[in-house]
């Protein structure tokens, strides 16, 4: 079926006025979308680690509390976190910090919630992957550790997570690629990243075709960046007689 493609309209002069064209629309997008996608990803990588290690702690108030986070942000919608995150969480903030959250360029509040909601969210998952990580190293590691005198935390910290981060590489990959794929929600809290410029670029042009055309590619180049990146960590990490060693 022939459906008469035209691309040319990305660089045309926006209809708003402003100085861009359609195609900048997509950089603009593109550059917010991997914004939101890397700063959540910080946020996830260190509090799910985190959560992950306190949810092997032989503490059953400490492990508890990583369980029932796990349990809290994996089983509610990540749309519903979001929206809680932009309209409700800044009612219980202190009054300065509300009136400075306010004071920011609408744009901002977004991306500022959305990193938080979408980190939050994605932290979760990766604990998972880091307790699962830990539970399935050979328990004389840690035995080991402590029997040559070292505590629980240095234990963790030269024994077990050094090995148990390299064996969850690459489910840690799929979650990275998951919270670019993920950060697509967030046009649904007034955020203009890929897919909210694909939506404004269908309002303004009527090339539905073309525009979401465009914003697929630049997704998978997104992905296939973070997978050549990761799968480049691994091969240098990789332990001999682990997951992907030789």
Known sequence: ????????????????????????????GLKL?????????????????????????????????????????RNIPLLVQLFFWYYV?????????????????PANVSLLTGVIGLGLFTAARVC???????NS???????????????LPQTYRFVLLPVAFRVVIPPITSEFVNIFKNSA?????????????????IDYTAHSYESFIVITVAYMIIN????????????KTRLPGYIGGK
Do not use: H
């Open 1 to 28: 079926m022939a459906f008469g493609l035209d691309f040319s309209f990305f660089f045309q002069p926006v209809a708003t006025g402003e100085d861009s064209t359609y195609f900048g629309w997509v950089l603009s």
């Open 137 to 151: 190293l050979p328990k004389g590691q840690k035995n080991a550790g402590l029997a040559m005198g070292l505590t």
């Open 33 to 73: 979308t991997l914004e939101v996608g890397l700063g959540g990803w910080i946020i996830a990588l260190v509090i799910g680690s985190v959560l992950g290690v306190m949810r092997t702690i032989p503490n059953k108030w400490i492990s508890g509390f990583a369980a029932a986070y796990v349990e809290l942000f």
């Open 89 to 105: 969480a800044p009612d219980f903030l202190p009054e300065a910090v509300r009136q400075w959250l306010f004071s920011l360029n």
């Open 224 to 235: 296939i960046a973070v997978l050549v990146l990761m799968r480049f960590i691994e091969a």
């Open 185 to 201: 929600v967030i046009s649904t809290v007034n955020l203009l990243e890929l897919t909210g410029q694909g939506k404004q670029l």
């Open 128 to 134: 998972e992957q880091v307790r699962s990580g830990i």
